[in-house]
């Protein structure tokens, strides 16, 4: 069954913690990407990856981290230099840079 | 730097008539242009896509688009609405040169049909 998951749905975190959210596809896609979703603000990029090894900073990366180490993972860390950190975070991820994304279901953060 | 407005928070339609959904975008190059619904608390799912070709694009659930490229808008449109189609709609886009990896979401407007 194809796809891409996101683990855990629900995450709790205290502050002063980092914590890391889990992304796996396997569609063999080259780019993964992570967004942030408030309400009222839409979808924020934090971070994008097209290519193993290789990630770029998207608008709102201060406070989180990423690694590629593999084609399929591509992990955040919210790190605690995040100070608003309670969000829904969605993973996603592409063939190409030129395609459509397709999605996870998400990881809601609070913290606590 | 690329945008996507999205001057809607909501829209509301009764079921059986038609509903537009406005977008409209802001970037370098050529647009590739995206349409995804979100169901509450779940990840984003594709509706539709253009790229090149045809101006109007159809899609999945019998959404289409229509790309207008002097007005830079890219509204999603649907012949007869249905109460399913309620959910959270998000217009996106890329650019093609420049930072073009990047894919660039509105705000999202809610759509309410109503019986």
């Known amino acids: 069954d194809g796809g891409i998951t996101q683990s855990p749905k629900y995450l709790f975190r205290k502050e002063g913690q980092n914590v890391t959210l889990s992304c796996e596809q396997n569609l063999n896609h080259d780019a993964m990407y992570w967004y942030r979703q408030d309400p009222g603000q839409g979808l924020r990029l934090i971070y994008y990856s097209q290519i193993v090894n290789d990630f770029q900073k998207g608008d709102i990366a201060e406070g989180y981290s990423v690694s590629r180490e593999k084609k399929e993972s591509f992990p955040l860390t919210v790190t605690s230099a995040q100070k608003n950190p309670t969000a829904f975070y969605l993973c996603?991820?592409?063939?190409?840079?030129?395609?459509?994304?397709?999605f996870g279901q998400g990881t809601r953060l609070t913290v606590v | 730097a690329q945008s996507v407005a999205q001057p809607e928070d909501q829209v509301n339609v009764a079921e059986g008539n038609p509903l537009t959904v406005k977008c409209t975008y802001s970037v370098s190059g050529n647009p590739y242009l995206f349409w995804y619904v979100q169901y509450p608390n779940r990840g984003l799912q594709f509706l539709l896509k253009?790229?090149?070709?045809?101006?109007l694009v159809k899609g999945s659930y019998g959404f289409e688009a229509e790309f207008n490229k002097s007005q830079t808008s890219f509204h999603l449109k649907k012949p007869s609405a249905l109460v399913s189609d309620s959910a959270l709609y998000f217009c996106a886009v890329r650019g093609t040169t420049g930072t073009a990896s990047k894919l660039t979401f509105g705000t999202g407007t809610r759509l309410q049909v109503t019986l």
């Open positions: 996603a991820s592409s063939i190409s840079i030129m395609t459509e994304a397709f």
């Open positions: 253009y790229i090149t070709g045809d101006n």
